[in-house]
């Protein structure tokens, strides 16, 4: 039986529509709740917009007690990282017992991801296409505009930018920073302290920094001696990437690539079946021990 929309639910569609832009064009972050199950027919299809940045939710379910565990509930739900979940309402909310066997999706409202990268050697170009690959925008950044030419980088969501001046590039690229990870790999300490310093008090999601532990202290130590804030300086991936062996530029960009997924969904980085070794340990042990 095909269910049509009530007139509250449509104008409730076109207020969120309108809000939900707002909030990409901003660069903000939601959760659109939807109620796709309940006992009154009617109120299915109603949604509820909450922002990350605590303003008053838009739109209305089933009723104010209702809304406000939804509310409530999304706020842990941005936290888990997750893209979408669905829950019953007895699952966050088991007072509410009319509503206990409805079922609500949340979904998480934000901009596609962007990648800025300073750097367009190998390491960068390579970077900047598994980053295409994966779904990103990618805004790749160099002072040498023979490294950045269209016939090299046909993809259509990779920006090439010629730099004049590395900080007004960056900083133009970031934008307000929300849902950015910038990986600078340029060729030198000069232009990665230009590139960090640049961005230092921006708001950026991750920032990682190419080069030996050697190369990156000193990058960092310059930048900590001119007073550069130590709580931002403490949150830069130094040397950048995930440890998985990587040697050619290609490797390292999927390590980089890596780091910045594990960063973006709450992931650890570690292996997957790291698990099944130690029970496997473990069972050993106890047969020793027997």
């Known amino acids: 039986m095909s269910l049509t929309q009530s007139p509250e639910n449509k104008t409730n569609s076109s207020v969120i529509a309108e809000a939900v832009s707002q909030i990409l064009a901003a660069g903000q972050t939601a959760v659109l709740a939807t109620l796709i199950e309940a006992l009154d027919l009617r109120s299915i299809g109603s949604k509820l917009l909450i922002s990350e940045s605590g303003s008053l939710p838009v739109g209305r379910l089933g009723n104010a007690e209702l809304n406000r565990a939804v509310a409530e509930q999304a706020a842990k739900f941005l936290e888990s990282r997750a893209d979408t979940r669905l829950f019953q309402v007895r699952e966050f909310a088991p007072a509410l017992s ?61 920006s090439l930018v010629a730099a004049e001046s590395w900080s007004q590039a960056v900083l133009e690229a970031i934008g307000n920073g929300h849902g950015v990870s910038i990986a600078i790999v340029t060729r030198g300490h000069s232009e990665d ?61 999927l390590a980089v690539m890596a780091e910045i997924v594990a960063v973006r969904r709450g992931g650890r980085g570690g292996s997957l079946s790291a698990w099944r070794r130690d029970s496997n340990l473990g069972e050993e042990g106890k047969r020793g021990r027997g």
């Open 98 to 158: 009319d509503w206990s066997e409805a079922k609500i999706l949340f979904e998480r409202i934000q901009a596609e991801p962007r990648v800025v990268i300073c750097g367009a050697g190998h390491v960068g170009a390579s970077l900047a296409k598994l980053a295409s690959l994966m779904g990103y925008r990618a805004t790749l950044i160099d002072d040498r505009a023979e490294f950045i030419n269209r016939e090299q980088f046909p993809e259509k969501n990779i």
């Open 193 to 253: 302290e230009q590139c960090l310093r640049a961005m230092i008090g921006t708001e950026v999601d991750y920032v990682g920094l190419i080069g030996s532990k050697r190369r990156t202290n000193i990058v960092l130590d310059r930048l900590r001696q001119s007073g550069a804030d130590e709580r931002k300086l403490g949150k830069v991936h130094a040397p950048v990437g995930l440890d998985i062996g990587a040697v050619t530029p290609e490797e390292v960009a």
